[in-house]
């Protein structure tokens, strides 16, 4: 095990409503990356957040939006849900030496959203 | 833009005999380049990474990798095949030059059958 959770483990809502996914990183881990796995398909980065501030995002909607707190846990918050947005959505920790590092990404084990 | 790309869906192998997931990459700068596996209603574990260095990389359960700069492959091997090996394998690149975004292929669904 990674040390990263998320929560909740599965979420079923309805178009046009608003999800809050939580995760908590590995200890000492300052970086939180998030990512949308649709089913059969690789993971998309979403975007991520290095020591509380958003570094770098993906090719989604500004409907997507995410916080990261002082002791680095984070969520992602999306607005007025599709039906596309049913998906597995990961969160990875890790400890970045800069906003420019590439040390690893360490998975929790997912938030499962069906949009009904 | 970096890009990763797993040719075989699905790999099938039998037990003890040797198993290749094949992954090639293109990005603009050095790659950083990583493998995870995924079982069944779980979260990516990390295997293994290239950053720099030997072109063979060693990783956690017996799994090796071997960095090919001119083919620009990153192939995982793992010499002994087991069962529990079963899983969807993906490969991922990180490009400095396009953020620290980890960008995965579309993965190897790999079946070990005793």
């Known amino acids: 095990e990674t040390g990263v959770t998320q929560s909740p483990t599965h979420l079923i809502k309805t178009r046009g409503q608003q999800v809050t996914l939580r995760c908590s990183s590995q200890s000492g881990h300052n970086t939180v990356s998030w990512y949308q796995q649709a089913l059969g398909q690789g993971p998309q980065f979403i975007f991520q957040y290095y020591r509380e501030e958003e570094n770098g995002r993906g090719n989604f909607p500004p409907r997507f939006s995410g916080l990261q707190f002082p002791n680095y846990s984070s969520e992602l918050n999306v607005n007025a849900l599709e039906l596309d947005d049913s998906a597995l959505y990961l969160c990875?920790?890790?400890?970045?030496?800069?906003?420019?590092?590439?040390?690893?990404?360490?998975f929790g084990p997912g938030t499962r959203l069906t949009v009904l | 833009a970096q890009s990763v790309a797993q040719p075989e869906d699905q790999v099938n192998v039998a037990e003890g005999n040797p198993l290749t997931v094949k992954c090639t990459y293109s990005v603009s700068g050095n790659p950083y380049l990583f493998w995870y596996v995924q079982y069944p209603n779980r979260g990516l574990q990390f295997l293994l990474k290239?950053?720099?260095?030997?072109?063979l990389v060693k990783g956690s359960y017996g799994f090796e990798a071997e960095f090919n700069k001119s083919q620009t492959s990153f192939h995982l091997k793992k010499p002994s095949a087991l069962v529990s090996d079963s899983a969807l394998y993906f490969c991922a690149v990180r490009d400095k030059a396009a953020g620290n975004k980890l960008t995965f292929g579309g993965g190897t669904r790999v079946l070990v059958k005793p």
């Open positions: 990875a920790s890790s400890l970045d030496r800069t906003a420019s590092s590439t040390d690893t990404q360490y």
């Open positions: 290239y950053i720099t260095g030997d072109n």
